[in-house]
């Protein structure tokens, strides 16, 4: 569910066209929270009245006494009575675009790792004839590229050096527990900066804290009008006071402080150096500009008589950012090449990459292996990391006549196991190849004694097993999302433990077919939740009445 938050201050002109964009966005899963900041016209009661025809939907509130506390205050109590998961802000002054709450939560679940997706703005100018000097409309110019997950803290840099870039809080969605971690709102400074900057404060802290989504679709109408806020933008002292303020605010944040991007830093310092010396910087414009044009012909030199490749590596060196070979000059050397140097997962060259995060996890819970343990087509790592506390080894297998087997059933449907059965089931890569992975899981589920522990693994990023694919099928490659919803639909969250292992380099061999010791074990070890090799589950099964 998306919690709604419009706060509201005398806004009776606007707030039910406001409000009527909610009530018409295609995505009804919301709720929304009418927050008065003291408001003396009739907003009141248009907010109480639909509060009260649509007690289910809406929820009106205010501060103690009726008073006025301001922005920050306001959008923080509408967050504190909230339920959703998501959480959208609307100025009672603007519109949102119907389907404007469907495509940001679709983003938000389609990127777990988002704490806020935003679009541009379109600057309303034309709400009604000449009311606000006859400005033309527009649609606001990102300034950075869009469609894209942008990691921390790039963001904070551009709206930092780019004030226009900075979006409207009519036209971001926040995951809630972002907003928790950062304390939401910051109350004080919205009250000295008379509510300039209190949403870019909140920028601030999520962009040095989490990625952000940035979109180039446009789902809101920011409205210009000759009001408070809108007016005090127009005032140079009063919007120069107010920034001078936040800049302040943020110099002592403990993240910025602590921040270390060269690029961030360079900018902030800029901004703050031209906040506190208006005066001088009014005369260094011309000077900067002359500056900039001849930094521009030094560019132009270097890139001229410098080797494109030194080029890119000193610029990137200079703006504190990883370096990347520029296009056309990375070497593919041997793997260059549009078959993989093995097709059975390099296990002719040594032990296959996937496996030594298999292994690893398993040396990790060896105490979980014990007492009569289950494994799938052979007991060798019930042997290896069980030892002297195995008891009876058992092997399961869907087809008849394998060396070792003892059980001979499908997962799926393994009715003839008996429930309670195991201490311990090892489960290395395998539900790829059950069509049912669910019922997969409930079988585990049944046959592990109360107390007993799952210890799986499967695959992530991973070739196609050919071998197992013609005889029983393989249907599935996984994420730790995927892996924690399908296991919690069974176990309980609290007794599950879901982990990822692997990076670029990693599966990047791994496809190819190359072995664990043709890679470093730093290499190997370096972890990128975006490249997931291989997922790991510990599930326990509860007791009952624990």
Same mark, same amino acid.
């Given at each position: 569910?998306?919690?709604?938050?419009?706060?509201?201050?005398?806004?009776?002109?606007?707030?039910?066209? =406001?409000?009527?964009?909610?009530?018409?966005?295609?995505?009804?899963?919301?709720?929304?929270?009418?927050?008065?900041?003291?408001?003396?016209?009739?907003?009141? =009661?248009?907010?109480?009245?639909?509060?009260?025809?649509?007690?289910?939907?809406?929820?009106?509130?205010?501060?103690?006494?009726?008073?006025?506390?301001?922005?920050?205050?306001?959008?923080?109590?509408?967050?504190?009575?909230?339920?959703?998961?998501?959480?959208?802000?609307?100025?009672?002054?603007?519109?949102?675009?119907?389907?404007?709450?469907?495509?940001?939560?679709?983003?938000?679940?389609?990127?777990?790792?988002?704490?806020?997706?935003?679009?541009?703005?379109?600057?309303?100018?034309?709400?009604?004839?000449?009311?606000?000097?006859?400005?033309?409309?527009? &649609?606001?110019?990102?300034?950075?590229?869009?469609?894209?997950? &942008?990691?921390?803290?790039?963001?904070?840099?551009?709206?930092?050096?780019?004030?226009? =870039?900075?979006?409207?809080?009519?036209?971001?969605?926040?995951?809630?527990?972002?907003?928790?971690?950062?304390?939401?709102?910051?109350?004080?400074?919205?009250?000295?900066?008379?509510?300039?900057?209190?949403?870019?404060?909140?920028?601030?802290?999520?962009?040095?804290?989490?990625?952000?989504?940035?979109?180039?679709?446009?789902?809101?109408?920011?409205?210009?009008?000759?009001?408070?806020?809108?007016?005090?933008?127009?005032?140079?002292?009063?919007?120069?006071?107010?920034?001078?303020?936040?800049?302040?605010?943020?110099?002592?944040?403990?993240?910025?402080?602590?921040?270390?991007?060269?690029?961030?830093?360079?900018?902030?310092?800029?901004?703050?150096?031209?906040?506190?010396?208006?005066?001088?910087?009014?005369?260094?414009?011309?000077?900067?500009?002359?500056?900039?044009?001849?930094?521009?012909?030094?560019?132009?030199?270097?890139?001229?008589?410098?080797?494109?490749?030194?080029?890119?590596?000193?610029?990137?060196?200079?703006?504190?950012?990883?370096?990347?070979?520029? &296009?056309?000059?990375?070497?593919?050397?041997?793997?260059?090449? &549009?078959?993989?140097?093995?097709?059975?997962?390099?296990?002719?060259?040594?032990?296959?990459?996937?496996?030594?995060?298999?292994?690893?996890?398993?040396?990790?819970?060896?105490?979980?292996?014990?007492?009569?343990?289950?494994?799938?087509?052979?007991?060798?790592?019930?042997?290896?990391?069980?030892?002297?506390?195995?008891?009876?080894?058992?092997?399961?297998?869907?087809?008849?006549?394998?060396?070792?087997?003892?059980?001979?059933?499908?997962?799926?449907?393994?009715?003839?196991?008996?429930?309670?059965?195991?201490?311990?089931?090892?489960?290395?890569?395998?539900?790829?190849?059950?069509?049912?992975?669910?019922?997969?899981?409930?079988?585990?589920?049944?046959?592990?004694?109360?107390?007993?522990?799952?210890?799986?693994?499967?695959?992530?990023?991973?070739?196609?097993?050919?071998?197992?694919?013609?005889?029983?099928?393989?249907?599935?490659?996984?994420?730790?999302?995927?892996?924690?919803?399908?296991?919690?639909?069974?176990?309980?969250?609290?007794?599950?433990?879901?982990?990822?292992?692997?990076?670029?380099?990693?599966?990047?061999?791994?496809?190819?077919?190359?072995?664990?010791?043709?890679?470093?074990?730093?290499?190997?070890?370096?972890?990128?939740?975006?490249?997931?090799?291989?997922?790991?589950?510990?599930?326990?099964?509860?007791?009952?009445?624990?």
């Amino acid at each position: 569910m998306v919690s709604v938050i419009i706060i509201f201050l005398n806004a009776e002109k606007f707030i039910r066209e =406001a409000i009527e964009s909610v009530f018409a966005q295609t995505d009804q899963g919301w709720e929304l929270l009418l927050v008065d900041d003291g408001s003396s016209d009739s907003s009141t =009661a248009i907010a109480k009245n639909c509060a009260a025809h649509r007690p289910e939907k809406v929820v009106y509130l205010e501060h103690p006494g009726h008073r006025n506390r301001g922005m920050s205050a306001s959008r923080n109590l509408g967050i504190r009575n909230s339920h959703g998961e998501y959480i959208a802000f609307l100025d009672a002054d603007d519109v949102w675009l119907p389907r404007k709450l469907e495509h940001q939560a679709e983003i938000l679940n389609r990127y777990p790792e988002a704490a806020m997706v935003y679009g541009p703005g379109h600057w309303w100018h034309s709400w009604a004839p000449n009311s606000n000097g006859g400005g033309r409309d527009f &649609v606001q110019k990102l300034g950075i590229e869009s469609d894209q997950l &942008v990691a921390p803290p790039r963001l904070l840099t551009l709206f930092l050096g780019n004030e226009g =870039a900075v979006p409207s809080p009519s036209g971001v969605i926040l995951r809630r527990r972002i907003l928790e971690q950062i304390d939401g709102f910051e109350e004080e400074l919205c009250n000295a900066v008379r509510g300039l900057y209190d949403d870019q404060a909140m920028y601030a802290k999520v962009c040095l804290k989490a990625p952000v989504f940035v979109s180039k679709e446009c789902w809101y109408r920011y409205r210009q009008h000759p009001e408070p806020c809108c007016a005090v933008m127009g005032q140079p002292e009063k919007h120069a006071a107010a920034r001078l303020l936040f800049l302040s605010w943020l110099a002592a944040y403990p993240l910025m402080q602590s921040q270390s991007d060269g690029e961030l830093r360079t900018v902030f310092r800029r901004q703050l150096w031209a906040s506190r010396h208006r005066t001088i910087e009014k005369f260094l414009k011309p000077a900067r500009a002359q500056f900039g044009r001849i930094k521009d012909l030094l560019k132009w030199l270097a890139r001229a008589t410098v080797p494109a490749s030194m080029y890119h590596w000193a610029r990137c060196r200079w703006r504190g950012l990883p370096y990347a070979p520029p &296009v056309g000059s990375v070497r593919f050397g041997n793997l260059r090449r &549009v078959t993989p140097v093995s097709r059975i997962f390099g296990i002719e060259r040594g032990r296959a990459i996937d496996r030594y995060y298999i292994e690893n996890f398993l040396a990790r819970h060896a105490d979980d292996i014990r007492g009569c343990a289950l494994e799938v087509a052979d007991n060798k790592y019930t042997a290896c990391f069980g030892g002297d506390r195995v008891t009876r080894s058992e092997v399961l297998h869907v087809q008849e006549g394998t060396p070792k087997v003892t059980i001979v059933a499908d997962l799926s449907s393994a009715n003839a196991i008996p429930p309670n059965h195991f201490d311990c089931i090892i489960l290395t890569q395998t539900l790829q190849f059950i069509y049912d992975a669910r019922a997969a899981v409930l079988t585990l589920r049944r046959i592990l004694k109360p107390g007993g522990v799952l210890l799986a693994t499967l695959p992530g990023i991973s070739q196609i097993s050919r071998y197992d694919a013609e005889r029983w099928g393989d249907y599935w490659r996984f994420t730790s999302h995927s892996v924690r919803r399908l296991f919690e639909e069974v176990f309980s969250p609290a007794d599950l433990t879901v982990a990822s292992y692997g990076n670029v380099l990693a599966a990047g061999a791994l496809l190819q077919g190359l072995a664990v010791e043709e890679l470093r074990p730093e290499e190997l070890d370096y972890h990128d939740p975006d490249y997931e090799l291989v997922i790991t589950v510990r599930a326990v099964k509860r007791r009952c009445g624990a």
